[in-house]
Nanobody
């Protein structure tokens, strides 16, 4: 089992940047990434990264060019750098671990508890 703990959420204004962190402990999975769930909507894929080949990253079309995912081996931590935030980014962001790359939340093996990002206009 892996434990995932997110941090870095908060209230920001449109156009601001924010960096989320997810610290992992326990077993490791091949992919780690982020999903988000806006109020009244389903949880959707944001980005993920291959833990071994960190150059293998995937992004939802809605965040390409503005969000960047990375990892720190020594700290067992992944990051999501979010730039040019808009109110549509308001959501609870969940850290996720899985054995394969997936955009399907049903395939995720482990979840963090989430961190709230609130972008005001």
């Amino acid at each position: 089992q892996v434990q995932l703990v997110e941090s870095g959420g908060g209230l920001v204004q449109a156009g601001d940047s924010l960096r989320l962190s997810c610290a992992a402990s326990g077993r490791t999975f091949m992919y780690m990434g982020w999903f988000r769930q806006a109020p009244g909507k389903e949880r959707v894929f944001v980005a993920d990264i291959n833990w071994i080949l960190s150059s293998n990253t995937y992004y939802a079309d809605s965040v390409k060019g503005r969000f960047s995912i990375s990892r720190d081996d020594a700290k067992n931590t992944i990051y999501l750098q979010m730039n040019s935030l808009n109110p549509e980014a308001t959501a609870v962001y969940y850290c996720a671990a899985s054995r394969v790359h997936t955009t399907n939340q049903r395939v995720i093996d482990s979840w963090g508890r989430g961190t709230l990002v609130n972008v005001s206009s």
